[in-house]
């Protein structure tokens, strides 16, 4: 009889060691499993109009400002380009490879405190501003530039900076492509 009583529990805590074991195992499987990437958050960083652009001022190329509304509790701030990858947006909606530093250039830092607007500025290297003729006035120039754009660029509908550590995607709009009425 003391036997088959040990034997019972003998039996019992193997199961119950069994048991343990086999949740042990689960948790580890469950904890190490690979996770998929977050998905890209395009509501934390929003760009509402199209840019400012204009001639660089370091050089002969074209720069857009964009003002950004940062939509996050926390400050957003950015000190190098590593972290970042700009797209352009073609006119069937499809993105470009990633565009590198020789044709495409970003501002940094960039620093947009929580719920507040900041501005983006990225400079078009692969173009060459059109100088501005001495009798041209600053608006006539400035629509040049715009048809200059249009014509040299006319596939891209904006561009998409994707912030890898963040996982921002923001979307960044192109120029007007006609002069605004307001102005």
């Known amino acids: 009889m003391l036997k088959a009583t040990l034997l019972k529990v003998a039996a019992a805590a193997a199961g119950v060691i069994l048991t343990l ?28 109009e199209p840019p400012g652009f204009g001639p660089s001022s370091e050089d002969k ?62 400079r078009l290297k692969v173009l060459d501003a059109p100088e501005q003729n001495k009798s041209e006035s600053d608006d006539a120039y400035h629509e040049r530039l715009r048809q200059y754009l249009n014509d040299h660029i006319a596939g891209v509908r904006g561009f998409v900076l994707f912030d890898e550590t963040n996982r921002y995607r923001i979307n960044l709009p192109a120029w007007s492509s006609k002069k605004p009425e307001n102005k």
Do not use: M
């Not at 086999?22 to 998929?36: D, M, N």
């Not at 947006?89 to 607007?117: A, G, N, Y």
């Open 21 to 48: 074991c086999l949740i042990g195992a689960s948790v580890l499987w469950y904890v190490s499993r690979p996770k998929p990437p977050r998905p890209w958050n395009d509501k934390a960083l929003i760009v509402k």
């Open 61 to 122: 190329t074209v720069y857009f400002s964009y003002s950004v509304q940062n939509d996050t509790a926390a400050d957003y701030a950015v000190e190098n380009v590593q972290q970042l990858r700009i797209l352009a947006i073609t006119l069937d909606d499809s993105l470009s490879s990633p565009i590198d530093e020789e044709h495409l250039v970003l501002r940094t830092p960039i620093f947009i405190p929580s719920h507040q607007k900041g501005t983006i500025t990225v």
